[in-house]
């Protein structure tokens, strides 16, 4: 199934770009197959855990875990020529982005949750896996201040489902759905569009 | 209802007061939205995941998250005037406190846990929204260094309980608890009540 | 049971250290028997959310979290004496490391998962109580990144679940991987054993 290797390309990827961000802290290799793990996998988790879902994924799976803990050590051989595959890189996190969204909107739509929710599951899906790995690295998620990324999750899943609704097969709407927000993701880096930002600067409290 | 209502105007209060808070660091909406949504219903999410509870509260009622985006945006309109609401806020947000408080307990009480850990369960409700918009934006989280807030929470969880052992009606019972921790979190601002703190400075590990 | 005595002195040593950690960074003591909660039992609570394995640990047994928060404001009268003490600490740390490891094997097991994942659920209940006390304190996990931690937790579950396979009696096997990972821990604070660290410092992104 299409899905399924998008998936596992998708998980690596996750876990490579991961692994460089636990590496610039200097983390030992441990601490960058968790971060990898919780990178890749954590958004699914978030995901199941707030609906209950068992077993997890990666509990049933555990063949994703391999994937990604293998990704994570390989990227120590790759690393030095991760500049020049910068571009493949983004277009593989990109793949990630829609991937995640699409598989997250399934199981919502299994378990019978309200079509608002639906979505919002699969924008936890496609993007708490960078939250979680900015938490553990210290920083202030970069989803709430980067390029459009979580916006773009949500217009993946408003297509997919909206086009379902409107009669559209579910393999053309799940194509679909996710070359569209693929082809946004990657004219937002090229541009460099932003959501607007919500500046306040008022001292309050 | 009376708790509904106070319920719907606690988690518009808290949504607009983590809105504010995401302004600050410059996020953009999309951020903005999603902090204020994890700070008014990231309590009650933590209660019913440790309780194993069912759907979650946002889940059954997607109403509340609507509410609650719909407040944070309205921030952007709000925020000059935030000065001069200041006070307004902070009573809106002892609001909060107290009314997730007492709904944690119910829920705490309706799947049968020990009396302490019911109390326990009302903490988490009123306080963890809090704690994970702070770990979600790079600080300590608030809630362990200011003046009381989370013993309020709890002691408004043992006049809650406490009362309904002793005899004491149920609408009373939350009526009452609710009226006392309010106050007690309004005299606390008011003249800066502290809990003692733990200063420890030898160096240890 | 030998395990539970173990395990009570475990989440008290936990519950100290955690309370010094808050103490540094001056909590108020509300805050320090939060950490000092989360630190002791949050490993075992994560596990048991991941696994949907309710009703978690604290919640059926009040007690851990009396044992939790006594040994937390206790350790305002032992701080003082907390230098000399510091050997005994890392011994009571190094044990609670393995017992958690342990019963986190044993809990993943009574669920049936594969193997692969009994061995990550017991390294989850060994470790992610400090992960998330660092989180809670804004610091990056010590875990990614001091001498020999996790990995001994790994060691331990595999000698553990390794020695059953291979026909072990249960508490043979119980008591010598506990044995041989408390030594290897001592070892590797007294040698200062370190994992090989990925430390990467192109600009990337």
């Not at 879902?53 to 994937?67: G, K, Q, R």
């Not at 699409?102 to 936890?124: D, E, H, K, L, M």
Request: aromatic share 10%; proline share 3%; with cysteine.
């Amino acid at each position: 199934m299409l899905l399924h290797w998008a998936y596992l390309a998708a998980i690596a990827a996750e876990a490579m770009s991961a692994a460089l961000i636990a590496g610039r802290r200097s983390m030992d290799w441990f601490g960058v197959c968790v971060i990898a793990c919780i990178t890749a996998l954590g958004g699914g988790t978030v995901r199941d855990v707030l609906l209950g879902h068992h077993p997890l994924a990666w509990i049933e799976h555990p063949s994703y875990l391999v994937v990604t803990i293998c990704a994570a050590l390989a990227t120590g051989i790759v690393a030095p020529f991760m500049k020049r595959l910068h571009k493949a890189f983004l277009a593989l996190d990109a793949l990630g982005l829609v991937v995640f969204t699409v598989i997250g909107c399934n199981i919502a739509v299994s378990v019978q949750v309200p079509f608002f929710i639906v979505v919002v599951i699969g924008v936890i899906t496609g993007t708490f896996g960078g939250v979680l790995r900015d938490v553990l690295c210290g920083q202030v998620p970069l989803l709430f201040q980067k390029e459009l990324y979580a916006s773009i999750s949500l217009a993946t899943g408003v297509l997919y489902l909206g086009a379902q609704k409107l009669g559209v097969g579910h393999e053309v709407a799940m194509i679909g759905s996710m070359a569209i927000g693929f082809a946004l993701r990657m004219l937002a880096i090229r541009y460099e569009w932003n959501m607007p930002k919500f500046v306040y600067k008022e001292e309050w409290d």
